[in-house]
């Protein structure tokens, strides 16, 4: 007999596939809409490579926060960050679909979700933090990077998250770079 806790364990890893399927604003660099479990998955690979300049991080949370951080978006998608101009709501509804997707799981894995989830919406710990200013910066980088519609904003990119990508020389030297992308991007659109 199947142990309780493994089918329901499965369930949830089966809802959560709908992050495979969620698009964002941003496009690859063949011009196909990026899914937020793409963006998640270079969010860990970011953090992964960057992990010798985040020295005295616990990086184990750091991946653990990096993985849920969108987790919610597999019941009502992605919020794209031009859109987002209540916050309030947008973690309103965040945290109530993360409980709805949570519901199958056994309250030690459910809580260990959600505690990792209000971690990083909360900005709560330095590892909450450096997750934030990289997921701004993961964004710019994609939206530099893609093959965007001919209307795509890129100076919204300029100021996008500034406030988390200050905290860290890391950030501010990374935020150096993908402005200078950015500011490239524009110039090359307005030819």
Known sequence: MFKTTTKARLDFLQAAEALKNVLRSGHTSTGRPESTAEHTWRLCLMALVFEDDLAGLDMLKVLKLCIVHDLAEAING???AVAQVA?????????RD???????LDAASRQTILSLWKEYDGAATPEARAVKAMDKLETILQHNQGDNPSDFDYAFNLGYGRQHTASHPLFAEIRELVDAGTRSRMNIERL
């Open 98 to 104: 993360l409980l709805q997707l949570t519901e199958p």
């Open 78 to 80: 992605d919020i794209p």
């Open 87 to 95: 916050p309030v709501f947008k973690r309103e509804r965040e945290q």
